[in-house]
């Protein structure tokens, strides 16, 4: 039988107490700070806002045919409608293909970390590093680019919510 020591320590069940509230705290403020951002960055223009429509949206653009021999001529191209999807260049609307990009975005906060993200397939295209200079050129933006230029902002955010945690609990 070995003797043992015993020490009591005061005030260590309000520790364990605070650590505690300061955990289911910080997972729920730190999720809400990453909400926040996550709504920052997709409302900049050329995220969730399309940019203006241009004359890839209607009818009226055209190309060259017969491009190499010695006869071209122009003739008439389809183009995107937005909502709908292709219209033919004779203006057959066929099935609708749009998957509404701008109503994809997805936000997914945890406690340090926030992920968005745009569920249409066709948005790394459109958003992503695969993004082509065409859809550049009509003035949407990649995701990367948008939350780069948002850093400062994110990281004031997340200070502001640290802050007031501490400031709740009395730390």
Known sequence: MSDGLQVELVGV????????????????GMGDAGKKIGSLIIRQP???SYPPEGIQNGPGRMTLEG???PYVRMVPMGWYERGYGWVSANGDRGRRTSQRLGTKWTVEPSPFQVV???????APYVHGEEQSRRMAGYGWRKLVDVAREQLSEAARIYQVFVDR???QLGL
């Open 13 to 28: 069940d309000k520790l364990i107490n605070n650590l505690d509230r300061f955990a289911e705290q910080i997972g729920k």
């Open 116 to 122: 968005i993200g745009n569920t249409a397939d066709y």
């Open 46 to 48: 050329g995220l969730r």
């Open 67 to 69: 491009k190499g021999t």
């Open 165 to 167: 945690l501490i400031k």
